[in-house]
């Protein structure tokens, strides 16, 4: 017998048989629930016969459906070990960071060192979803600020370096005297946010709030020459890495025309720089290149735009 279906059928088949219910199914299926049913239903057609006992409020498997669901779930697990094979042996090397200084030289260097390499940036919205795409293989490590919260058990964090956090602002600000400041002193200013920051933000927004006040926040964004704009022209103060505060000196020649950065006089105004993957021994051979390249030379970069 011969039966052409699609893997999604598969999918869906095994999602409902997990949940024993089409709506619950439907819902982390991300489709409808009439989708659902319309493609269950076609696989049954295509195998002829039923494969789950339906209920008024529960459905189940039936004896067909249980002699399927295993070969199902071996499907995918063989076409995941096909993917991971086929990973390997590439160039490919899947990454995410947000710190354009110094990766951006960096990696340029390392391209031309192994011209065969081929390095795929991913997009994050959050730190919880950096870690899922770890843990899922989606992206083999990641360049990140250490994490606040509880880091999950199978992820390693190695660190590269400390850095220690500056309040980055115009020149025509009346802080800008001061040879350090402490949260305090930030109190009556304007805010400018780097969402890309977030657990940069978390980190100086507690200093605030340890301080006695929440910053106020006037805008937010995530794109480099508009937050230096509106500094430039004293709309607000913002917080900025060591490495960041670097790249802009290195990217404006007569910064000290129009800018400062100024220390901020607290302990815990220090997050730590690195390497977070599932290990650096579980990552494939080029990846695993690409790892150590960083571990060894991000310093020496950084140190030097």
């Known amino acids: 017998m011969f039966i052409f279906m699609e893997l999604s059928q598969l999918e869906y088949f095994i999602k409902l048989a997990e949940y024993e219910n089409f709506t619950t199914a439907s819902k982390e299926l ?3 629930q009439p989708a659902l049913s319309i493609a269950i239903n076609k696989l049954e057609n295509d195998f002829g016969t039923k494969l789950f006992d339906r209920g008024k409020s529960k459905i189940s498997l039936n004896k067909y459906g249980q002699i399927l669901l295993p070969h199902a779930i071996k499907i995918f697990e063989e076409l995941d070990a096909a993917i991971n094979a086929i990973s390997d042996s590439a160039d490919q090397i899947n990454i995410s960071y947000v710190f354009m200084h110094p990766m951006n030289e960096l990696l340029t260097d390392y391209l031309a060192k192994n011209p065969n390499a081929v390095i795929h ?3 994050i919205t959050s730190y919880k979803d950096l870690e899922q795409k770890i843990i899922s293989s989606e992206i083999d490590f990641a360049i ?9 058990e199978s992820l390693v964090f190695e ?15 009346p802080l800008s005297r001061f040879d350090s400041l402490k949260y305090s002193d930030l109190k009556n200013s304007r805010f400018i946010k780097n969402v890309f920051f977030k657990e940069s933000n978390s980190l100086n927004v507690q200093g605030c709030i340890d301080a006695g006040f929440v910053p106020n926040f006037v805008f937010e964004g995530s794109r480099r020459e508009i937050l230096d704009g509106l500094i430039l022209q004293d709309y607000g103060i913002t917080f900025i890495g060591e490495g960041g ?3 802009r000196k ?7 025309k129009h800018y400062r950065f100024i220390p901020i006089d607290n302990d815990q105004a220090q997050r730590s720089i690195g390497l977070i993957s599932r290990g650096s021994s579980s990552l494939p051979v080029e990846a695993r290149k690409l790892y150590k390249y960083i571990f060894d030379n991000y310093i020496p970069y950084r140190d030097n735009p």
Not at 144 to 152: E, K, L, V
Not at 165 to 173: C, E, P, T, W
Not at 250 to 256: A, F, V
């Open 30 to 32: 991300h489709i409808t």
């Open 121 to 123: 940036q991913h997009d």
């Open 144 to 152: 990140c600020y250490s994490p606040t919260d509880t880091m999950h």
């Open 159 to 173: 660190k590269l370096c400390d850095d220690p956090q500056f309040i980055f602002l115009s020149v025509h600000n």
């Open 245 to 247: 505060a670097k790249l």
């Open 250 to 256: 290195s990217r404006y020649p007569d910064w000290e």
